[in-house]
């Protein structure tokens, strides 16, 4: 398997019980036990570039553009990040309750799991509370698919 491919990657969100599902192409590409995805979304007109980081457990979601933003997930741990754009400037915490990935043979990779080398298709998945100023504004559930073009 390659290291770096162009993939098609899936988005379903489900916030509070609203449902919403994103197609886009991207970059996937991997470096040891890490894997990363690339990929640019328009958000009002711009252009938001998205990478999305799989390590030891922990997922990492960095975005550039018209919104700036960084959010880590770790299961049973609330992680600090951040939120930017030209109308808000706030610090946000998610407190994740799943955090797992399966990559091509569908073999569930949890926190401590990472011997094997991430491999494409993979399917990311993640369930976590949203908080601002140390209130919940949010739940949300993500699946995240991506395959080999």
Request: no cysteine; hydrophobic share 35%; aromatic share 8%.
């Amino acid at each position: 398997m390659n290291d770096k491919a162009h993939v098609s990657i899936a988005l379903e969100s489900e916030i509070d019980g609203e449902e919403q599902r994103t197609a886009v192409e991207g970059e996937w590409y991997r470096k040891g036990g890490a894997f990363f995805l690339k990929y640019a979304e328009t958000e009002g007109g711009s252009e938001v570039r998205t990478i999305v980081r799989w390590r030891d457990g922990e997922l990492s979601i960095t975005r550039r553009g018209a919104v700036e933003s960084e959010q880590l997930f770790t299961t049973g741990v609330r992680r600090s990040g951040r939120y930017e754009s030209r109308h808000a400037a706030f610090s946000l915490e998610t407190d994740t309750s799943l955090l797992q990935v399966r990559f091509g043979d569908g073999l569930n990779v949890g926190p401590g799991e990472e011997r094997r080398e991430p491999e494409l298709p993979l399917l990311l998945e993640w369930h976590y509370g949203l908080l601002v100023g140390g209130e919940p504004i949010g739940n949300f559930k993500i699946r995240l698919r991506a395959e080999e073009n």
